[in-house]
């Protein structure tokens, strides 16, 4: 795994991306970088490749769902049937592409992990799990969703019980919504479970 060598990176793509993103989500990312800083130093992980990987995350969540689903299109990219539905969790694949074309995020850690922020991925790191919880437990999202608290509770003990917990509150609201789950989020909570030693189940 490589290392982010300059500590200051994320200030230096904050400032960049200020041009072109919405001050109201630049705000949701300032608060996820200031936790996944948090919890990266909590579990001794790399921070600054951390906060990167936050800095970056919705670089394009504000880009309309038509026009992601444009730019997905453009680049021949197989998009699953859900996520079509859905366009708006393509914002990660296309912010992912964007961040190496037009902002010189190379590092593949911090590109895969912001690829994937919706619905994580089983060869997550912990450091893309930080982002990832830090991500969906944005104070303004508890306050909408209660049930995150317990979330991120369980994130200063391990982020992979908190992100099952998150996937497990996720897949609640799919059945009762009667909606689809994303196959990759089926994906990532076997993944965790099978890790947390909670694979087992009835034949
Ligand atoms: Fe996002
Ligand atoms: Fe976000």
Same mark, same amino acid.
């Given at each position: ?184 989020? +089926?994906? +990532? ?15």
């Amino acid at each position: 795994m490589t290392k982010i060598d300059t500590p200051s990176a994320d200030l230096a793509l904050r400032e960049r991306m200020a041009a072109e993103v919405p001050a109201k989500m630049l705000k949701h990312i300032d608060r996820v970088v200031k936790l996944t800083d948090r919890l990266a130093r909590r579990h001794h992980l790399d921070v600054a490749k951390a906060r990167l990987m936050a800095q970056g995350h919705d670089l394009v969540r504000a880009v309309e769902p038509a026009e992601l689903l444009r730019r997905a299109e453009a680049r021949g990219m197989a998009i699953d049937p859900v996520d079509r539905g859905s366009p708006v969790v393509l914002h990660g694949p296309i912010g992912a592409l964007e961040l190496a074309e037009r902002f010189d995020v190379t590092d593949e850690d911090v590109r895969f992990a912001i690829w994937w922020h919706t619905p994580g991925h089983p060869d997550y790191t912990p450091e893309a799990w930080a982002m990832f919880i830090a991500d969906k437990v944005d104070p303004h999202k508890v306050k909408r969703w209660p049930a995150l608290a317990e979330v991120r509770e369980l994130a200063d003990r391990s982020l992979e019980e908190a992100a099952v917990k998150y996937l497990d509150l996720r897949l609640q609201e799919s059945i009762e919504r009667g909606t689809p789950v994303q196959p990759m989020a +089926t994906l +990532t909570r076997n993944a965790l479970l099978r890790r947390l030693g909670r694979a087992g189940g009835e034949a």
